[in-house]
C-alpha cells in the first residue's frame, strides 16, 4: 500500500512535493515558494531542512535511486531468455506504475542534461549494466553485443515513452499508463529485444497490425 504524504514526515513531504515540481516544470523553473505551496509549510520550513535548492534536489535524486535501486538492484537470472525478459519486463512495468512521479523525474532530469542528471543516468546505467554482465555470464547474450547500446536501448525505449505519453496515448487509441497501455508496452518491448522485428525463413505468415 503507498504511503500517504500525510503520514510522512514533514522533510519526506517536501521532498515529494519539490519531486512532482521538479518533473513537472523542471529545476530551474521551480521556485522555493513553488514547493512550499506544494507541500502546504512555509518556505522557512524548507530552508530548516534543506538549505539550499541543490540540497532538496540532491535529497530528490537520492530518493529517486532508492526506489531504483529497490526494483532493480538484484539482476534477474536463472532462467531461459524468454522467462528472464518477462521477469525484466513486468519489473519495469510495475515500476512505472507504483512510480509514475518518479519515472517523470527521471525523464525530466535527462532532458536537462546538467551534471546532476548526467548523474541519475550514470546510476541508472550501472543497474543495467549489472544485469546484463548476469546475463552474459549465464551465456545468455551474443558475443559481439555493444553493452553500453543494449544498456541505453532499455533506459531510453522506456524513458522515450513516458516523455511522449500524450501523444502515444492519442496513437495508440488507450491511455499509455493504464494496466493495458503499460502491458501492451511491455509485450512489444520484451519481443523487440527477444525476437527483432524481422521474419525468419521459418515464420509464418506476416504479422497482423493493430491499426
Known sequence: MATRDSDLTGA????????????????AATSI????????????L??????????????????????????????????????IALQLGSRIAEFIRANPDVFAYIGRSLLEADKPGLDLLEHLLVLAHAQLERLAGEGLLRSDLDFDWAALH???????????EPALTRYLGEPLLSDAGLERMRKATTDLFLKGIYRSETSGRPPRRHR
Open 46 to 83: 524548507i530552508q530548516h531542512h534543506f538549505p539550499s535548492k541543490a540540497r532538496l534536489r540532491s535529497a530528490v535524486d537520492d530518493f529517486v535511486i532508492r526506489r531504483a535501486l529497490e526494483a532493480f538492484g538484484t539482476p534477474v537470472s536463472g532462467g531461459p531468455p524468454q522467462e
Open 33 to 44: 515558494r513553488d514547493v512550499a505551496k506544494a507541500a502546504r509549510v512555509s518556505p522557512g
Open 12 to 27: 519526506a513531504r517536501i521532498r515529494n512535493a519539490a519531486l512532482r515540481h521538479f518533473a513537472a516544470r523542471g529545476v
Open 154 to 164: 532499455v533506459i531510453l525505449i522506456d524513458i522515450a515513452a513516458f516523455l511522449l
